[in-house]
């Protein structure tokens, strides 16, 4: 295999374009407008390149690296958040975190099998030029473990995607094509995938496919090994958010497959139809703006999102995760992405519940990035005002919440 730095590519390739969709009829759903046609652009096939054999020992010492790195990599920490009010209660609070991972986010994960699920499928080779849509955190991701193959990669993203995602993605070789909107990233990277004869990733379908659910060191089954030695050792709940569906896809098939009690709980961002999709079944609907958040809530039903897999929602909206975040950050002496706020948010609703009705037991949720990434966004009062952002109010509400053990709502 040639060194990864005999292939280095850096440098941003922008690009912008429109995508249009069909005509469709609207209804109003909670004051949400949703379209309930089916895009233009339909689902792309997990690739457009061809296999062909003939090079199955640059396939086995791709794989061969791959495994490698992780093998070096550590686990991640898992912490318990200090909050008295709830552990008088019997209700203790944790984080894993996702963020230690070598690229920096949960993402790390998926790229990883991502990658191995191209690999084993005969679809990645060793002049394969690869493309994700992402709205960040996975592209990083991906082109970490693309330098390491030394295999050119490209991520089409929205432009609104932070400046600090965008420097990741080029330091690791990658490029970064814009469009105007997330929506239009899949159809996007399908066409220049088609184009060259590359590889398109597709994450929101091939998430909850290539990850192995039944445990081999999924998050589901270290956050599982790490309790072990707590007091509520089986968690009462595992809360996580959805941006292509796959995390909580493998979790909530692993919580099967081991006959578990813990439930599980998706939190959903404002700009995004997973929450709504969950509570109807209806899996056309369709917005037309994307979620503020970055990584999380989508603007249709992605494949690897399973409803079914659900055992409770909730909706959180924009300005209650920010607030969240910078608690968290209070509570843990660090920054933590947009994400990890939504997640607790609903992670202290649902232990609000708990004491409410006498139950004891742990609630687990991931920080999926650092707040670092949103230097100049979540962590900025003047991207905060410029939006129509108070946060105030809601950070007091929060505190109340914390230090009462009690829903205000």
């Given at each position: 295999m040639k060194s990864h730095l005999e292939k280095f590519r850096q440098g941003p390739s922008h690009g912008l374009r429109m995508s249009r969709?069909?005509?469709?009829k609207v209804r109003s759903h909670n004051g949400t407008t949703f379209q309930h046609?089916?895009?233009?652009?339909?689902?792309p096939p997990p690739s457009v390149c061809r296999p062909r054999s003939g090079d199955s020992t640059w396939i086995r010492d791709a794989v061969f690296e791959i495994r490698a790195d992780s093998?070096?990599?550590?686990?991640?920490?898992?912490?318990?958040v200090n909050m008295p009010a709830f552990q008088r209660h019997g209700v203790d609070f944790y984080l894993k975190d996702e963020s230690s991972h070598p690229t920096g986010s949960l993402k790390h994960r998926l790229a990883r099998s991502l990658f191995m699920y191209g690999l084993v499928s005969n679809m990645i080779h060793e002049d394969t030029e690869l493309f994700e849509a992402s709205s960040g955190s996975t592209a990083v991701s991906e082109a970490y473990f693309a330098r390491m193959l030394g295999l050119q990669f490209t991520a089409v993203m929205s432009k609104t995607v932070s400046e600090e995602k965008i420097r990741a993605i080029q330091f690791y070789g990658g490029k970064c094509h814009l469009v105007e909107s997330?929506?239009?990233a899949s159809s996007e990277a399908e066409r220049l995938a088609s184009e060259c004869g590359g590889y398109f990733f597709n994450q929101f379908r091939?998430?909850?496919?290539?990850?192995?659910?039944r445990g081999n060191n999924n998050i589901a089954e270290t956050i599982f090994t790490q309790m072990e030695k707590e007091r509520s050792s089986e968690p009462a709940w595992i809360v996580v958010s959805a941006g292509t569906g796959g995390t909580s896809a493998t979790i909530g098939r692993y919580l099967r497959y081991q006959n578990a009690s813990t439930k599980l709980c998706v939190a959903d961002p404002?700009?995004?139809?997973?929450y709504n999709a969950w509570c109807t079944g209806d899996r056309t609907l369709t917005l037309k703006s994307g979620s503020l958040v970055e990584g999380i809530g989508r603007p249709r039903v992605e494949e690897s999102f399973l409803p079914q897999l659900v055992d409770e929602m909730y909706k959180v909206p924009d300005v209650c995760t920010f607030a969240m975040m910078r608690k968290i950050n209070s509570l843990l002496g660090r920054k933590v992405g947009g994400s990890t706020g939504t997640n607790c948010f609903a992670a202290l609703q649902i232990m609000c519940n708990m004491v409410a009705k006498g139950e004891r037991g742990s609630v687990v949720s991931l920080i999926c990035d650092?707040?670092?990434r949103y230097a100049h966004t979540y962590y900025c009062d003047d991207w905060m005002a410029a939006k129509g952002f108070n946060l105030d109010p809601h950070s007091e509400r929060i505190d109340k919440i914390v230090n009462s053990a009690r829903w205000y709502s």
């Open positions: 969709r069909a005509s469709s046609n089916t895009p233009v652009i339909t689902s093998h070096r990599s550590a686990d991640t920490h898992l912490f318990r997330a929506s239009m091939n998430a909850e496919k290539a990850t192995d659910w404002e700009n995004s139809v997973f650092s707040g670092e």
